[in-house]
């Protein structure tokens, strides 16, 4: 199953910090306060571009607060800067003043993928990544033909964006809540990039082996879904007893919907059983575990139920409505190469 | 020294919810959500007071985020309510659409006392509190007296609402950032209240011995001030090589300056010190680590110094202006029954 590889120190030099770009935005702003906000692994690349941006005469703050994706803005940061740049995403929505920088890699990703090939036991191989490591697809594609596999990079194409809502933008790119990359005709998945949020969402949601390779640490990483799968059943089926409900909503702009948490609350109430809305900003094992409550539905992104390692069972919105007897629990198990309807299509839903 | 008492259940009966008030506040504002926010231990009474509230026909809304005072408004939850009920702290400044909910507590405190009597050294006894038990404490001390000592209550009277800020309002009543009425002529102090937040507050800046009885527990504890201030001054003395520093800024609205943080990376940068500004939510350890820097200077609550427990020296403002050389180390011995200038009083001046 799953390595964590996490704590691996980045280098400034490893990323397109994009620099001349930021400068120009800097100017073009005529910007005298800039934030900048990156996800929990790139932060340690923070003084440095601080440092860097510094030399325009602007004053810099950093964001310290967690940083879950694109959907996850320092809105109190915004609030007192005149641009923030968020790094490490791709762009979801427009905000006002607020520039995203996706921070790709200039890591050579070769030694980690040919590390991989020894891994994959199908031959048409569907290829995902992260957006740091999206231009590299092509020369992932090359050494899996060499191989005499098959590549496959899913589409995602502009429909992404018409839909609205959170999505990736590049053609092979997955994120939490957007795995359409992912979801196409194969034998097996190859993923390029760093930890197991990415590979082990996949796995359970395309119902997939999938084979992760590091670039950074040239580790390899092999998730299979059943496992998976049968948490995720064994945690709806759990939540059937519960005569309590917590209803976690996400404070995060790019989270929240107190509608959703609403029908949930209507439904749960008509069937007799108790249930609260609690507005969590970080949404965490200790902010839950405070409550006295059988079992908590997540509104906020689909992924947190995997994530979450508490005691009582948390599950989706999608999950939730398996309990209250509107879905059937074997839509749990995904069918392979069939247009899923993963949880991580809630949102786009919206 | 200190025994953590945390996690003890709480029941709604144990303390005076105000519901007749906050009905009438709910019919008043002629709110149709109100938000509910608590701190950690008391957030198991959450769920009985939504349902309790919700018998208006309101919706209620919990916070589900940590709430370390009443400078800790959850702002993004009264953003979405039209009232927002903040429980257990006394009000320190006048917000719109928040109503401060003391919680008096119903539980009799003499069994704690009367057992902690038995650690008592000392012949005049100053008696502090906090909100919750603040109108116990003439029969605290009554049985002082009984028991043959010189009850004295602090006075905090109406001149630190005068000055502004955050602030104690009740004779005898302490807070992270006011130690008032601790710091008066007496030989201990006795601390009727849970955990050792401000037991320890109170040893470590009125360098006295505090003996603590909780009311729910009836355990007793005993805080001596010699070690949390040696703790402290190592704190300080390995800050003292650090050639890089984190400026933590608080994004909550009561705790936010980043005048001071200013103020502070201009006198790092004269002395060649590397210093970043970070804006941090809920200031902990994880958020912290994620930077490489030497150590960390908190411009937020004072009290936060001492509860962070980070490889690297965090230390307060008035320490880093010990580190500048502004002031002496020895300033960090409080002299007993001095007017101590301790950090508590750091947030009152600005």
Redesign the interface.
Known sequence: MAMAMHGA?RAMHEYDCEFERLNEEIARRSAKKV?IQLP?GM??L??EI??NLSKCGV????????CYGACDI?E??AA?VDVLFHFGHSPVRTHLNVVFVELRCTIDVKPAVEEALKYLNGSRICITTTVQHVHTLNEVAELLIRSGRHPIIGKVGKKGNEVGGVHAIYDGQVMGCDLRAAMVECDEILFVGSGDFHPTAIAMNVCKRVVSADPFTRRVGVFTPENLIKKRILRVERAMSAS?F?I??S?KSGQFN?QIA?NIREKAEKRGI?S????????REE??C????DAFVITACPRLVDTLSVEKPVISVREFEIVMGERKLDELIPKPNAATHSDSELLSKE
Chains 1, 2 share one sequence.
């Open positions: 120190r934030g929990a932060k340690r923070a003084t601080a440092e004053e810099v703050i950093i964001s310290g607060n967690s320092d109190n940061l007192v309590s917590g976690i909503v404070s107190m609403r108790r609260f809305i609690i507005m969590i900003d970080d949404i902010a839950l405070n409550f006295d409550l």
